[in-house]
């Protein structure tokens, strides 16, 4: 949940206040790096239709099936943060620089059809582990 919102706010106001602080966030950033923050939101937001736009950390952050994706711009570049381990994604190895963050230079191009790839395959990732909560729900409960 974005910080200052709560839990009895409709879902739809949640999602509004969450698309606006990212608006915010966007805004706020150097005019040279937003163009490619808005092409990074375009990308994470058509890559995971359903997913929650909110702020977390200070920063854009997904909620879907749990932590999908979160992005920050810093001076030189903007980190993503997969919310596990990014070390499961051999092909954005190039972009790596710790267990859990990417680096894309800000004075390079955005590679967006790996990108885009990418947050497809966080999509598939966060659907199979709802699917396994939820059938280990159901499995717990048939115990019971």
């Known amino acids: 949940m974005a910080r200052g919102l709560r839990s009895d706010v409709p879902k739809e106001v949640s999602a509004a206040a969450g698309a606006r602080s990212v608006d915010a966030y966007i805004a706020a950033a150097p005019r040279a790096?937003?163009?490619p923050l808005r092409r990074l939101r375009a990308l994470i937001q058509s890559g995971a239709p359903k997913a929650e736009e909110r702020i977390s950390y200070g920063m854009p952050y997904y909620h879907y099936h749990g932590r999908l994706i979160y992005f920050a711009i810093f001076k030189n570049h903007i980190g993503v943060y997969p919310g596990g381990h990014a070390d499961k994604h051999p092909e954005m190895k190039p972009y790596m620089t710790s267990i859990g963050t990417y680096r894309f230079p800000l004075n390079q191009p955005l590679p967006v059809a790996l990108l885009r790839r990418f947050v497809k395959g966080r999509v598939k990732e966060m659907e199979a582990?709802?699917?396994?909560m939820v059938a280990?729900?159901?499995?717990?409960?048939r115990r019971s």
Do not use: D, E, V
Request: no cysteine; charged share 15%.
């Open 129 to 132: 582990k709802g699917k396994g």
């Open 33 to 35: 790096a937003q163009p």
């Open 136 to 141: 280990s729900a159901a499995g717990s409960s």
